[in-house]
């Protein structure tokens, strides 16, 4: 499997809190990726990044921002949690654009 | 209407029955892929194809550009093989990131 770790893999915040997830890979690819899965919807990019200081917006990415300072690790943080980021998140990695994705174990995040 | 449809959203079957699952899209695409999604959560990369056919054990994904639909087909079914599996096509020329995906079939396999 590839390596990729998301931390935390659990977290309850209260609304109005900032909230930043990690994912780190050991595989050095150059793509990174955070997805939110929800019912009924199909998995939804969040934002991407291409490279250090490379990155881009999704097709959800109101109220999120990134950073990848390092090629091995990709925050995600919710800057005001709101109910509506309940969701499960996903970090995916790939070697190329184009190339399978590889993904972490999500984390599960609850916005009471 | 999405543009990645799956059918069924539900399926279950007994241990060794063969198992076909659909995906249809409405989009050009440059690619397709089959991801498996396990129960805890996990998500598997199965296939990554852009025509005809690939096989891994007892697993087969088809493509058939033309008619916009690909299937995913699965042999001698156990029940470690329950989990949801996902479609998603590439827009434009070979972009991860321009990924749009289904919203999964729920498969389980009773003994």
């Known amino acids: 499997d590839a390596g990729i770790t998301q931390s935390p893999r659990h977290k309850v915040t209260e609304t109005g809190t900032p909230v930043t997830l990690r994912c780190h890979q050991t595989?050095?690819?150059?793509?990174m990726y955070w997805y939110r899965q929800d019912p009924g919807h199909g998995l939804r990019l969040i934002h991407y990044s291409y490279g250090v200081k490379d990155t881009d917006k999704g097709e959800v990415s109101d109220g999120y921002s990134v950073s990848r300072s390092k090629t091995e690790d990709f925050l995600l943080t919710l800057e005001s949690a709101t109910s509506s980021q309940t969701s499960v998140y996903f970090c995916a990695i790939s070697d190329y654009s184009g190339s399978p994705l590889h993904f972490g174990n999500g984390t599960r995040l609850t916005v009471t | 209407k999405n543009e990645v449809e799956q059918s069924p959203q539900n399926l279950t079957a007994q241990e060794g029955e063969f198992i076909t699952i659909n995906c249809s899209y409405s989009?050009?695409?440059?690619?397709l892929h089959w991801l498996q999604q396990h129960p805890g959560g996990g998500i598997v990369s199965l296939f990554m194809l852009s025509s005809g056919k690939k096989k891994h054990g007892r697993l087969i994904a088809t493509i058939n550009i033309q008619e916009k639909h690909s299937s995913l087909h699965i042999t001698a079914s156990h029940p470690r093989d329950s989990a949801v599996y996902i479609c998603a096509v590439e827009k434009d020329s070979y972009n991860t990131d321009k990924l749009i995906f289904g919203t999964g079939t729920r498969l389980q396999v009773f003994p």
């Open positions: 595989e050095n690819h150059r793509y």
């Open positions: 989009v050009g695409i440059s690619a």
